[in-house]
């Protein structure tokens, strides 16, 4: 982080000896804009302001445990079937347009569960909705899937 003199931050990278930094792509406005490592150059899109998140502020809330997670079910309809894997499939093209609520983020990544949600997701409710795979069996590591 390099303090610039309007009282933003530039994100430079070590790799590039501070060459290259992290900027939102196209200078776009856009929320849910990528981000990419570019060529410092100053520009707006490169600032990035540093705010205080006060815990207080937000209330609390209850993180379910593992038993309580329907792992599959994306569209938190309480239950697994296809329609979870297409929720999954349309929210990896077009997240801005079909969102998946955190609950179903969360039920979602069954697939190497903690690295995201992807077409494995998908993939996997496929098999549990054919009858390959155990609704039980999930989350799974992307090892077990070619078995």
């Known amino acids: 982080f ?86 999954i499939l349309q929210s990896v093209a077009n997240v801005s347009r079909y969102a998946l609520t955190n609950e179903g983020k969360r039920n979602a990544d069954v697939v190497d569960n903690g690295s995201g949600i992807t077409g494995q997701d998908a993939a996997a409710i496929q098999l549990v909705d054919s009858g390959v795979l155990q609704q039980s069996e999930l989350p799974i590591k992307s090892s077990e899937l070619n078995r």
């Open 2 to 87: 390099v303090k610039n003199n309007d009282g933003s931050y530039s994100i430079r990278t070590k790799v590039s000896a501070d060459a290259s930094c992290i900027e939102i792509t196209s200078k776009s406005r856009e929320n849910g804009a990528n981000v990419q490592e570019w060529t410092y150059n100053g520009g707006n899109n490169q600032n990035w302001y540093i705010a205080s998140d006060n815990p207080t502020d937000n209330p609390a809330t209850e993180t379910p445990s593992v038993s309580d997670i329907l792992w599959g079910d994306a569209n938190v309809d309480k239950k697994v079937s296809i329609s979870d894997s297409v929720a």
